[in-house]
């Protein structure tokens, strides 16, 4: 196999292409079908159709958080926070953004009227995220803080401040499991209508829960993506999920993983044997799956490591194939984007 450098996973995308709001309803998106031989341009509620009684979908039921919280230091200086993580003991793990970073130890009153103590970086004293311990006067854990206070985190190429309609829609229709500070965007397609319509074709549903976390956004910044490091998430598969999956293959059902996140999942157990924990997998071309059989994803981002998963899953060169047609096509990209199907390619 030829070695894949960050410039083959390059493309130009028209800027108005990047979706800044969400289809009129969910099911309402375009879905390019990518599993035949020639691309075919449908409509994300045609899903079914494209499926068979056995298969079983396999989604991401993590919930996103209001993360992105406001505040400012004891001087006046503005700062935001973006929680990536809740610990024990009422402390979160943060990206924080400030024009100066203030000492380990500094109350910062945030905006919604709690504090914020900066208690040392994370993991280590060399990490790149920040510990804090959160206080307020009713007693409330950080997740009732940030549903009272937070923002939706928005990805940082949608441009508007967030809405009720985000609230809403920066969501699916399923989410269980509070956590991320991405939504699992190729699930947010789906509607209790869709589920429906699929469980009664005889279409199977289980879960996994990642927590998606901002690292997902952080470009690759080396042309040898050998040498990228991935961002760790957290996840879990349920023993009802692997009896589904190992029942789903006997009888020779296909697994549909809905989104990169429920790969990197699956994957991530079906290599380290682990049905619980943190995963650092970076899937590039070359990658031997062995769960996931066909993949409802959304376009990402030139030159990032989802583009290298899915070029990893579909084959790199139907993939840009696919992505050409869809840009002549006018698909519309990225998290509030159209979606497309895929299939696993050959080995």
């Known amino acids: 196999m030829r070695a894949f450098t960050l410039s083959d996973f390059d493309f130009v995308l028209p800027p108005e292409l990047v979706a800044q709001h969400p289809a009129p309803e969910r ?7 990518g599993t035949g031989s020639t ?11 494209l499926l068979r009684a056995g298969d079983l979908l396999v989604f991401n039921d993590t919930r996103v958080v209001k993360a992105r919280l406001f505040g400012e230091k004891p001087t006046g200086g503005k700062l935001e926070l973006l929680v990536e993580r809740v610990l024990q003991g009422h402390e979160v793990v ?24 900066l208690l040392g970086r994370w993991p280590d004293e060399d990490g790149a995220l920040f510990r804090f311990g959160f206080e307020s006067d009713a007693g409330e854990d950080p997740y009732a803080l ?18 009720a309609d985000d609230e809403r829609r920066y969501q699916t229709v399923f989410a269980r499991v509070p956590g ?30 990642l927590h998606v976390g901002a690292g997902t956004f952080q470009p690759v910044k080396t042309e040898n993506i050998a040498d ?18 190992a029942e789903c293959k006997a009888r020779g059902g296909r697994v549909v993983a809905v989104g990169t996140t429920t790969v990197r999942t699956l994957e991530s157990w079906a290599k380290s044997g682990e049905a619980t924990g943190d995963t650092r997998i970076f899937i590039t071309p070359g990658f031997a799956f062995e769960h996931v059989d066909l993949l409802v994803t959304n376009f990402h981002l030139p030159k990032s490591t989802l583009m290298m ?12 194939a696919l992505y050409a047609h869809a840009i002549a096509q006018h698909y519309r ?9 895929l299939a696993r390619a050959s080995t």
């Open 309 to 320: 998963l899915v070029s990893a899953f579909a084959g790199y060169e139907r993939v840009m």
């Open 27 to 33: 099911t309402s998106s375009r879905l390019l079908d």
């Open 228 to 245: 990228h490091t991935m961002h760790a998430e957290r996840y879990e598969v349920p023993e009802a999920t692997q009896r589904a999956i």
């Open 146 to 163: 940030m549903a009272r206070c937070g923002h939706v985190p928005l990805p940082p190429y949608i441009t508007h401040t967030d809405s």
């Open 94 to 117: 943060a990206h924080m953004k400030v024009s100066k970073k203030p000492p380990v130890g500094t109350m910062l009153e945030m905006v919604g009227g709690f504090r914020a103590t």
């Open 333 to 341: 990209f990225f998290s509030y984007g159209d979606a497309m199907l």
């Open 180 to 209: 991320a500070v991405a939504a699992p965007t190729a699930a947010l397609h789906f509607d209790e209508g869709l589920l429906a319509e699929l469980e009664a074709r005889g279409v199977q549903r289980a879960s996994v829960t």
């Open 39 to 49: 691309p075919a341009d449908r409509i994300f509620k045609s899903l079914p159709s």
